[in-house]
């Protein structure tokens, strides 16, 4: 799960480039159990660009200040905690015009007008249900399920270690692999296709929809 946190998290640095291919960028679910460690996981990424925490919450959030954060990004993440499947089709759909660069925001003069707008950032979901509720949601999504665990104190000592990094900043980590930015967009797109083809001729793949497996 760090891994491929980890790996969503350098991905988003070039998100324009990979977006500029593809025309999407996944979203990733972290679920799991009450404290089971997924805001922790989050996390993660997030400290890879900026110290401060570019995080809402879908409970208490309004849809203005959901899509207000949205837009103010770019080539970074955001975290989105406690999703439910109860949380209305309307904050669904905004979730999901992410995966497609695409937002509303809801006008300050009247609450019944949105303004629609190109969403850059990348999103990173946790909550204790699963997103299938709306097979379009479920499908736009990397999956990562976090199991309920008692941490031990060696655990403990280590994540605690790992905060103390957090709170230094991590931002070192990014602008060294942004020097790569070059090497990035010369080898991306044909990487990607290679993988989708080699994924295509799986046959234990066979029967899943194109865009699962794009992801």
């Not at 996944?26 to 993660?44: D, Q, R, V």
């Not at 200040?65 to 905004?94: C, H, W």
């Not at 990173?124 to 990562?144: E, H, K, N, W």
Request: glycine share 6%; proline share 3%; hydrophobic share 40%.
């Amino acid at each position: 799960n760090g891994i491929v946190t980890l790996i969503f998290g350098i991905a988003t640095m070039f998100r324009d480039i990979i977006f500029e291919t593809t025309g999407f960028f996944p979203l990733e679910f972290i679920f799991g159990p009450n404290m089971s460690g997924k805001t922790t996981l989050a996390k993660n990424a997030l400290h890879l660009f900026i110290n401060s925490n570019q995080m809402a919450n879908l409970g208490s959030s309004s849809l203005a200040g959901i899509t207000r954060l949205m837009a103010m990004l770019s080539n970074v993440p955001i975290l989105i905690n406690e999703y439910f499947d109860t949380i209305g089709l309307q904050k669904i759909d905004i979730i999901k015009g992410l995966f497609e660069g695409t937002g509303r925001i809801m006008s300050t003069e009247d609450n019944d007008s949105f303004t629609q707008f190109t969403a850059n950032c990348t999103l990173i979901l946790t909550g204790q249900d699963l997103p299938d509720y709306d097979p379009a949601m479920f499908s736009r999504s990397l999956l990562v399920e976090q199991y309920e665990a008692v941490f031990d104190g060696q655990a403990i000592t280590r994540l605690e270690e790992l905060k103390k990094y957090h709170n230094k900043g991590l931002t070192t980590i990014t602008l060294s692999l942004l020097r790569h930015r070059e090497d990035f967009m010369a080898e991306w797109q044909e990487s990607w296709k290679r993988t989708v083809e080699r994924f295509n001729d799986d046959a234990d793949l066979t029967g899943l929809p194109q865009r699962v497996i794009e992801c």
